[in-house]
C-alpha cells in the first residue's frame, strides 16, 4: 500500500465501531437481529487514491470485501463510498460525514493517528469484545502487541490496523559517491547525516541535499514521517510520558533535534518552503528522488511502491536508490529509530456483530493486494462475526462532542 | 507515536510550526522553537499537562 499525492504506503486499516450510526443494517433500532434477519446497507468510506499502489487496485480490494461481506449476509448490502485526494482531504471529508447521523458511516477506513480524534469526539465503539474473542477476531493473537496498542485507547481498543509503516532514510546512491560518501552508506549518527549532505553540497551537484520534512501543511503524516523520527532517534526519545501522562515539549533531545533542523536550513542543505509546506509535502520527496533533484530523505517504506506507479514510476529506482535506517543522534542504543503509522477502518451501527463482520472481512483482505504490508495476512476464510445484542451509544450531536 | 492522546493533533502543530520556523528562518534559535512547541501544547492541553525533561 501507499499514499498518492501523500500516499502513506503501507498505512494500516483500522476498523473501529462509530457510535453514531443509526439506520444501518436492520433499520436503526433494531438490536435483537439475527444473521438471518439482517437487512438494510452498511456504508464504508475509504480512499480510493492514498492507500494502495494503484487508484484501481483499491476498487478491486474493496469490491472483495463488498462480495464476501454479502456472501456472508445475503440480506445486508455494503455501500462503498470512496474519497478521492490525501490523507488529509479523507479525514475532513468524512469528518463532515460524522456531523450528522444520517450522513455518517458504519465503516471508516482512516490513517491511525486520527483516531483518538474521533474517539475523543466519542463517535466510536470500543472493539474489546470481538478482538478479545478468538472465534470473532482469529487474526487478533497474531498481531504485535505495539501493533495493538497503537489503536488502543484509554485502555480499549478501536481499531484493527491493516498494515504497517515505518520510516527510514532513502538516498541516491550515485550522487553520494559523487560526493565521496562511500556506499553502501552507513551514517552512525546526526554528525554522519550532516557530514553527507554537506558532501552533497560541496559537489556543485544542483540537487537537495537532505529532506528533513517541516511545517505542518502536511498534517499529522509530515509529523509521523519527518520530525517525529528525530525525536525518537534522539537522546530523550519520549514524546508522552505515559507514567506522568505529560506532553513533553522540552528535553535535551527535543533541542538535539531543532539543532539538527537549524544546521540543515542554515546550510541551505534542505528543500524549499515552497515543497516542505505544500499540501503534499509528505510527496514531494517521492518525485524529487525519482527526478534526481534530492540526495538524502527522511522517507517511508511506501517511497519505493510508489516507484511502481504509472505516474511517479521509477524503472532504475531499485540500482539508483538505497535505504538505511535512521541512526540515533549521537550513536546510543538502540542505534536506529523509526516511527509506525497506519491506516484504520471505522464503522458505527445499532448493530454492532454484522459490522465487526465487515471489519473481519475486510482485514482479511489485507495484505492481498498491500505490497509491504509489515503484518500478514490472516484472511479468514469463515468470519465469525454474529450480530449481536450490543446497544450502540447515543448519536454524536451534529457538531461532536 | 502517542497518536491515541487527546493531545496529538497539538503536538503536531507544535512540532510543525517549531520545524516550520526553522525552515523559514534559520537564524530561530533552539530556545525560540522549543518555545514555540511549548506554547503551542501549554495553550491547548493546559500547562499542567506538559513537562520538561532533562
Sequence with gaps: ?401 | MPSEQEGYPAYVQGIGQATGQIATDPNTSVDQAIKILHDTMANQVGAGNVETLT
Design chain 1, 1 to 401: 500500500m501507499r499514499i498518492s499525492g501523500h500516499r502513506f504506503g503501507v498505512w494500516t486499516a483500522l476498523l473501529t465501531f462509530t457510535a453514531a450510526l443509526v439506520a444501518a443494517c436492520g433499520g436503526g433500532t433494531n438490536n435483537t437481529a439475527t444473521t438471518d434477519d439482517m437487512k438494510g446497507t452498511i456504508t464504508v468510506a475509504y480512499s480510493t487514491t492514498y492507500v494502495f499502489d494503484s487508484d484501481d487496485q483499491s476498487v478491486i480490494w474493496w469490491d472483495k470485501v463488498k462480495k464476501e461481506f454479502e456472501q456472508q449476509y445475503p440480506n445486508a448490502k455494503l455501500n462503498l463510498q470512496g474519497f478521492n485526494g490525501t490523507d488529509v482531504d479523507l479525514v475532513n471529508k468524512v469528518a463532515l460525514e460524522y456531523k450528522n447521523p444520517s450522513t455518517t458511516p458504519d465503516v471508516f477506513m482512516l490513517p491511525t493517528g486520527y483516531v483518538g480524534q474521533w474517539v475523543g469526539s466519542d463517535y466510536l465503539l470500543p472493539l474489546d469484545s470481538f478482538v478479545n474473542d478468538s472465534t470473532k477476531a482469529p487474526f487478533w493473537a497474531s498481531f504485535p502487541k505495539v501493533i495493538q496498542d497503537e489503536s488502543k485507547i484509554n485502555g480499549k481498543v478501536y481499531a484493527v490496523n491493516t498494515g504497517e509503516n515505518n520510516s527510514a532514510l532513502y538516498y541516491n546512491t550515485s550522487m553520494l559517491q559523487k560526493a565521496g560518501v562511500t556506499v553502501p552508506w552507513q551514517p552512525k549518527n546526526w554528525d554522519d547525516l550532516l557530514a553527507a549532505a554537506r558532501a552533497v553540497k560541496a559537489s556543485g551537484q544542483k540537487v537537495v541535499a537532505f529532506w528533513a520534512p517541516a511545517g505542518t501543511s502536511a498534517g499529522a503524516g509530515g509529523v509521523l514521517q519527518g520530525s517525529a523520527n528525530m525525536v525518537y532517534a534522539s537522546s530523550t526519545p519520549t514524546i508522552y510520558d505515559y507514567d506522568k501522562k505529560k506532553w513533553v515539549v522540552d528535553s535535551p533531545g527535543l533541542r538535539e533535534v531543532m539543532q539538527f533542523y537549524k544546521t540543515v536550513y542554515s546550510e541551505h542543505l534542505g528543500g524549499s518552503t515552497s515543497d516542505l509546506f505544500s499540501p503534499k509535502a509528505v510527496g514531494r520527496p517521492v518525485v524529487l528522488l525519482k527526478d534526481h533533484q534530492m540526495a538524502i530523505a527522511i522517507g517511508s517504506n511506501w517511497f519505493a511502491d510508489a516507484w511502481t506507479e504509472q505516474n511517479r514510476h521509477w524503472a532504475t529506482a531499485a540500482q539508483e536508490a538505497s535505504a538505511v535506517p535512521i541512526p540515533t543522534s549521537k550513536g546510543q542504543a538502540p542505534g536506529t529509530a523509526s516511527t509506525l503509522f497506519f491506516n484504520s477502518l471505522t464503522t458505527g451501527s445499532t448493530v454492532a456483530g454484522v459490522l465487526w463482520g465487515a471489519v473481519v472481512v475486510a482485514s482479511g483482505y489485507r495484505g492481498t493486494y498491500a505490497a509491504g504490508v509489515v503484518l500478514t495476512t490472516t484472511r479468514s476464510s469463515s468470519p465469525t462475526a454474529r450480530v449481536s445484542s450490543h446497544r450502540a451509544r447515543p448519536s454524536p450531536s451534529p457538531t461532536g462532542s
